[in-house]
């Protein structure tokens, strides 16, 4: 602001620039709105919101507002709704340059303030008609805090000393923001000017003053202004630095900023109310109240979802046409809801019934409202069944703002990211196929201590002598997979690893091949690293150092599993077609394969509670369209990895292999897995079904309901 | 004015263990919640409208779509404050790779409130007399000499 000119030089300017827009404006009657008319008229008022911007009085402010009426007004296809809003703007307009400036200036102010009712973000464009307000607040919400520790800064205070100095400094800030983006906000940086206004509000709060409000109705300006497009209009923009570098310089007196920023209309007893003006507002009250109606009616009929962007507008819109009617108490009422929907929408919680029930009630009030004049009888729509409000009285209102705030969410209900978990280990069906539950992820690692029992009770016996660790293998390796479920979802993939490590080395075991020694000591100090590991994680999110696995413990296991793999390849080779031959040649296969890839894979092989007799013949062929199902599937899972860890997915890939006889003595095929919903085109199932060999039949590819992808085909038997 | 720490994650990860222990230490805590790398760094470059309030920038290392080594690299010319890698694995590869893709620290998971303390007072931006405020911290003190010295064990390392 160091290049401010002459003050009366500015006024000069002002009113030069005023006398031309009343020429554009008769010229616009004139000639029914030329293309070229309307650059101009545009250029003028440019020109007005730039020299507005020096302007020392903060009178001509309200102006801004009704110029961006006339604009709108003037881009409208219908001549005479152009005419029946310019016409008296057109006369005031006249009327100032003939008049002296001053006392035109408070009149202007007066009917500015009424007809301007309407916040400066809805008159820019045309509502709600051309502009899908859904798009208002979209795509910010990822960027405003919720209103949790995060969104405060640790040095606010209420008995902080210098706390105002402190609301200078984050103005300033704000400011500095507005200035250094050269008016050509992105949606970033608009958002994040909208977030510090909700920082800054918080910070008013505490201060107790009028902050809050100005910017409460600041952020709304934001978020609007980010609504309407890409680029939000400079003028805009620097209308706005106006206000928030007055505030930050204290230059400004905040009951005047206010006032000027939301358009708030002067005390009601001073404001000239013509019957127009009266028509007008009260055509904007039933419109908004239909609004509301229609944002409240899906909240209560279902419950569950949560408080629209467009309710957050509408309710914020009421307090302004309410005060500006004269309805203070409704205003203060309206202003009371709107914060409890932004504050619900904020957590993203649905409206309890209550609040519904009073939101309801303010709506008829507001119809009552539309068709009553403010002076007369109290409305008449409201439901026979309940006492009508005495809308008029404090006490009543006020009594209502107090039901209404009882209803203030608690930010412990906040919905989270969620992961899902089994809801328990040993529910978990030999395959992947879980009952899984949404959890928060903040409640993961306590989750993890509460439900992995046996691995925090696991004793030394159990891993020296094999029958109590065979006891225990199954649902020791289900919670091991549970908590490398939980690992992945921490994003903690060191634990992730030591956990797959785990139960490569507990799926080896329970092949049971003969030569295959339990490595009693080895998997008793992996066990004690992981009591560890969870012990440290359960404490929060505030975990001791130092457990990280131990390089010992992982070579060693490392070093288990190659010795095992060879041995499982030598079991494979020696056991040709034996009871377990398809069992080893399959976790042979995928061992191999997991190499390759780098990545876990967890098999889960059912072979019917009879169990499936193959000949060689049959277990060769049912192996071949295995494995042809299991290349294909495997090689595509690299693509889905971003997918999947978005989803907080563990690395390891669950597969599930299940065999059937049915009554006509067939053998059905399942194999599934969760690497990815990618279904194969007719063209590659056709070629998958030739490639998995002659005795193949009716191969089919679906996604579970457990979001599994899952091929079943039939393998011929030979009679 | 408060100095303020930048998350990048494209999960609440990071901020959920980072938060309250940066907040503990003083800082503001603002997140980028990115979907990839390439908004991320979108994002960290229009919070230069507020230089003078961005004393340091976390990066997770483990993103959906790309990894915290790109956004490193990416981040770099954009600003001048220290940038810290998050590692989950806790590999020496992820430190060399950290480093030499700009990180001025890198930090393995778990996180310890003392490993973060000393990154900091590395970074010079905790005095050597600040000590951990959360409550966190205070049922760890008995850990804490440990953890300075096993968190530079486990891949925590400075320029």
Redesign the interface.
């Known amino acids: 602001m160091s290049n401010r000119p002459p003050r009366q030089l500015l006024a000069d300017q002002i009113v030069a620039v005023l006398a031309q827009l009343v020429e554009q404006v008769q010229r616009c009657f004139r000639q029914a709105t030329g293309g070229s008319d309307k650059v101009l008229l545009r250029g003028c008022l440019r020109d007005l919101l730039g020299l507005s911007r020096w302007s020392e009085d903060k009178e001509l402010h309200p102006q801004l507002v009704l110029l961006e009426r006339l604009s709108r007004a003037l881009f409208s296809d219908s001549r005479a709704a152009r005419e029946r809003v310019l016409l008296p703007i057109f006369c005031l307009l006249l009327r100032l340059n003939d008049e002296p400036r001053r006392q035109l200036a408070v009149l202007l102010r007066q009917r500015l303030d009424l007809l301007a009712a309407m916040p400066v973000a809805s008159v820019h464009e045309p509502w709600p008609e051309q502009v899908d307000l859904l798009h208002i607040y979209r795509g910010l919400r ?1 960027f405003l ?1 919720p209103a949790g ?2 969104a405060l ?3 606010v205070d209420a008995t902080q000393p210098g706390l105002e100095q ?1 609301l200078q ?1 984050r103005l300033q ?1 704000l400011a ?2 507005c200035s ?2 050269n008016w050509t906000l ?1 949606d ?2 608009l958002s ?1 000017m909208a977030r510090q206004c909700r920082e800054l509000t918080q910070l008013g709060c505490y201060a107790g003053t009028g902050y809050r409000a100005i910017l409460c109705q600041l952020e709304a300006h934001l978020l609007s202004v980010h609504a309407r497009g890409q680029r939000p209009a400079p003028a805009l923009l620097q209308q706005l630095l106006v206000y928030i570098s007055g505030l930050a310089l204290g230059k400004v007196p905040v009951e005047t900023a206010l006032a000027a920023l939301t358009a708030q209309p002067v005390p009601a007893d001073s404001l000239l109310l013509d019957t127009d003006t009266l028509d007008i507002l009260r055509a904007e009250l039933g419109r908004y109240g239909e609004h509301l109606h229609q944002e409240l009616t899906p909240l209560a009929q279902v419950r569950g979802p949560h408080v629209s962007e467009l309710l957050l507008l509408v309710s914020g819109k009421l307090v302004w046409v309410l005060h500006a009617v004269g309805q203070r108490l409704l205003s203060e009422l309206a202003q009371c809801l709107n914060q409890v929907y932004l504050q619900y929408w904020s957590l993203r919680l649905p409206l309890p019934a209550e609040l519904l029930e009073l939101s309801a009630s303010f709506r008829h009030a507001l119809a009552g409202l539309q068709q009553e004049p403010p002076q007369q009888e109290p409305p008449q729509q409201e439901p026979p069944q309940r006492p009508q409000p005495q809308w008029r009285e404090a006490a009543s209102v006020h009594g209502l703002m107090s039901a209404v705030l009882v209803h203030w969410p608690s930010t412990s209900g906040q919905s ?2 969620t992961v899902s978990l089994p809801s328990q280990p040993m529910s978990i069906p030999s395959s992947d196929r879980q009952r899984c539950q949404a959890l928060p ?2 409640e993961v690692p306590g989750y993890l201590a509460t439900t992995c029992n046996l691995l925090l009770a696991a004793e030394v016996a159990w891993f020296m002598q094999p029958a109590q660790f065979f006891q225990r293998a199954a649902q020791l390796q289900q919670e091991l997979r549970l908590l490398e479920q939980g690992m992945a979802a ?8 030591f956990s797959a490590l785990l139960l490569d080395v507990y799926t080896h075991l329970r092949l049971k091949l003969p030569s295959a020694a339990i490595p009693g000591p080895l998997l008793w100090q992996a066990q004690q690293q992981l009591i560890l ?1 969870l012990d ?2 359960a ?10 696995p131990d390089a010992d413990v992982s070579n060693g296991l490392t070093h288990w599993l190659a010795q095992a793999d060879a041995r499982l390849a030598r079991a494979v080779e020696r056991q040709p077609h034996g009871p377990q031959w398809l069992e080893l040649k399959v976790a042979y296969f995928l061992r191999q394969t997991s190499k390759l890839l780098g990545r876990p894979l967890r098999l889960c092989l059912q072979q019917g509670e009879q169990g499936c007799q193959l000949r060689p013949l049959e277990q060769q062929a049912l192996v071949t369209a295995l494995f042809t199902l299991l290349r294909w599937t495997l090689l595509g899972t690299e693509a889905d990895m ?2 999947r ?2 989803a ?1 997915k563990p690395l390891a890939i669950a597969l599930g292999i299940e065999l059937a006889l049915d009554v006509a003595g067939q053998c059905w095929v399942t194999l599934s897995d969760d690497s990815s919903l990618a279904l194969p085109d007719q063209k590659q199932l056709a070629r998958l079904e030739k490639t998995a060999g002659a005795l193949v039949h009716s191969l089919r590819c679906s996604v579970l309901a457990e979001q599994l992808r899952c091929f079943s085909f039939q393998v011929e038997l030979i009679c | ?2 100095a303020t720490a930048l998350i990048i994650d ?8 980072l ?3 940066l ?2 230490f ?4 603002r ?1 980028i ?1 990115a979907v990839d790398c390439e908004s991320a760094c ?2 960290a470059g ?2 230069r ?2 230089p ?2 961005l004393a340091l920038i976390f990066v ?1 290392l ?4 790309g990894n915290g080594f790109q956004l490193l690299r990416q981040l770099q010319p954009l600003t001048r404050c220290p940038l810290v890698l998050v ?4 590999r020496s590869s992820d430190v060399e790779w950290g480093l030499q893709a700009g990180a001025a620290a890198v930090l ?8 973060l303390a000393a990154c900091l007072r590395q970074l010079q931006l905790l005095p050597e007399s600040k000590q951990v405020t ?1 409550e ?2 205070a ?2 003190s008995s ?1 804490s000499e ?2 300075a010295s ?2 530079s064990a ?1 891949g925590e390392a400075t320029r």
Not at chain 1, 490 to 497: F, N, P, T
Not at chain 1, 539 to 548: E, K, M, R, T
């Open positions: 990822r805090p520790r995060h800064a640790v040095d402190l400094q800030a500095t923001a250094r983006s992105t970033f940086a994040g989270e990211q992820l903040r921490m994003k903690m993939q060191g634990m992730e690893e590991m440290r994680t404490a929060g999110l505030a975990p001791l150092p130092g457990h990280l971003a997918l860890r978005k907080h | 004015m408060t494209d999960s609440p990860i990071l901020g959920l263990q938060g309250q222990w907040e503990g003083g800082f503001t805590v997140s919640s979108r994002g229009h919070e409208v507020w003078q309030e997770e483990a993103q959906a779509q590692s989950g694995s806790g393995s998971r778990p996180l310890a409130s003392a490993a959360s966190a911290s049922s760890e850990a440990d953890s096993k968190s486990t």
